[in-house]
């Protein structure tokens, strides 16, 4: 049997909202006590997280006193210290106060752009302060429930003048942060601007500083779109844009679950784990997920350890899968090339276009070789139940 203990190369990391979640839905009140966020990093402690995460207002309420933010920071410090967990990424909270009741940096009132800036400049503060090197931008509230209120053009050009401010401001501090940018589609508004990975990535070239910015995608909001996860992250990974990642789980066509790593699409969360470690993905692995409703807080720790473990457990056969004879040998059938067609692939000219014209292809010939990917699909579900 493998060890399946976390490790801190793993760069397993929560939110305090995550493991800090008390159970709070649209139908009913909290079924946990909340814990101070000192509290809550010393239960990541033993579960074996590396790092935690924060919103400005998880930290310091957003009316606290200042003698009130100072004790607050100083017990949470004690307990890094304590744990020796870090702090890579911090967010700030836009959606949650009546002021974001219309967006933050879309809204329409430009005392709420203003406002948003404002914040989201101390939080980046903040974040620093505590050691972050990513920030993360998840624009829960920018969006409408009627196109009638609000411009989509506006509301794109508003997002980046916001991003180039802060990008801006992060320069003019010579803070080492990267942002990364968070899409959902929907939830709590009733569309989400830029609502994909892929929308991000394509509004992320038209800042001034795209070097500055890339994504954070999460599992539940592609599934919620209905999309391929995977295919979005290895989007990002190939143009050197993913710099963080919400992990957590989602049945297609529901609202936004945020159940434990690997709790509905195995597979799907196998081909993630495959993807991340076969391309040395090496910034943190972020829980952003919380315990069912059901659970105390022991049952909080068994979601964490469950996040952490189902990882390491399909990186494990991430690594038998890679390694196994069938499956390779498989894949070199169908991965086969000759070469005879490298006289017409890959940069174009205009003798290669012209060669290519005048070539004959057996096309029943060609589409008439099966491909073998039944067998190939079986044996990776035989990886997955354990009978390989
Ligand atoms: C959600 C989002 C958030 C963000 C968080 C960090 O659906 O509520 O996933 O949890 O990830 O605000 O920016
Ligand atoms: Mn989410
Ligand atoms: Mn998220």
Same mark, same amino acid.
């Given at each position: 049997m493998s060890d399946y203990t976390p490790k801190p190369e793993n760069k397993f990391t929560f939110g305090l909202w995550t493991v800090g979640n008390v159970g709070r839905d649209p139908f009913g009140g909290p079924v946990r006590d909340a814990k101070s966020p000192a509290e809550l990093v010393r239960l990541l402690g033993e579960v074996g997280a590396y790092g935690v995460n924060f919103h400005d207002n998880d930290l310091i309420p957003i009316d606290a006193t200042p003698a009130e933010r100072? %004790? +607050? *920071?100083?017990?949470?410090?004690?307990?890094?210290?304590?744990? $020796?967990? /870090?702090?890579?990424?911090?967010t700030t909270n836009l959606f949650s106060e009546p002021i974001f009741k219309?967006?933050?940096?879309?809204? =329409?009132?430009?005392?709420?752009?203003?406002?948003?800036?404002?914040?989201?400049? =101390? %939080? +980046?503060?903040?974040?620093?302060e505590l050691g972050a090197g990513i920030y993360v931008f998840w624009g829960g509230r920018e969006g409408t429930e009627t196109d009638a209120t609000k411009d989509p053009i506006t509301a794109i050009k508003r997002s980046r003048e916001a991003m180039n401010f802060l990008c801006? #401001?992060? @320069?003019?501090?010579?803070?080492?942060?990267?942002?990364? *940018?968070?899409a959902k589609p929907n939830e709590p508004r009733g569309d989400i601007y830029n609502s994909t990975t892929g929308h991000m990535l394509a509004f992320i070239n038209t800042l001034d500083h795209p070097e500055m910015v890339g994504v954070n995608p999460e599992v539940a909001h592609e599934h919620m779109a209905g999309l391929n996860f995977v295919h979005g992250v290895a989007q990002a990974m190939e143009s050197g844009k993913l710099f963080h990642i919400d992990l957590n789980d989602q049945a297609f066509g529901r609202y936004d679950q945020d159940f434990r790593f690997g709790a509905v699409n195995l597979k799907s969360a196998f081909f993630l784990v495959k993807l991340l470690e076969d391309n040395k993905y090496d910034s943190s692995r972020h829980f952003d997920a919380h315990a069912y409703r059901t659970e105390d807080y022991e049952g909080v720790k068994d979601f964490a350890c469950g996040c952490m473990r189902t990882y390491l457990i399909l990186k494990e056969k991430a690594a038998q899968w890679n390694a196994d004879q069938e499956i390779q040998s498989v894949l070199a059938e169908i991965n086969a090339d000759d070469g005879s067609m490298n006289q017409y692939? !890959?940069? #174009? %000219?205009?003798?290669?276009? =012209?060669? &290519?014209?005048?070539?004959?292809?057996?096309?029943?010939? +060609?589409? $008439?070789? $099966?491909? @073998? #990917?039944?067998? *190939?699909?079986?044996?990776? /579900?035989?990886?997955? &139940? !354990?009978?390989?």
């Open positions: 100072d %004790s +607050i *920071l100083k017990e949470f410090k004690k307990a890094l210290a304590d744990t $020796g967990l /870090v702090v890579p990424m911090a219309d967006g933050a940096f879309t809204s =329409n009132d430009p005392k709420v752009r203003a406002y948003a800036l404002q914040k989201t400049m =101390n %939080s +980046i503060d903040l974040g620093v801006e #401001y992060v @320069k003019d501090q010579k803070y080492d942060l990267k942002f990364a *940018l968070e692939l !890959g940069k #174009y %000219s205009a003798e290669k276009a =012209n060669a &290519l014209k005048s070539q004959a292809f057996d096309r029943p010939a +060609i589409a $008439g070789r $099966g491909l @073998k #990917y039944e067998k *190939l699909d079986q044996l990776t /579900v035989e990886v997955l &139940l !354990g009978v390989r």
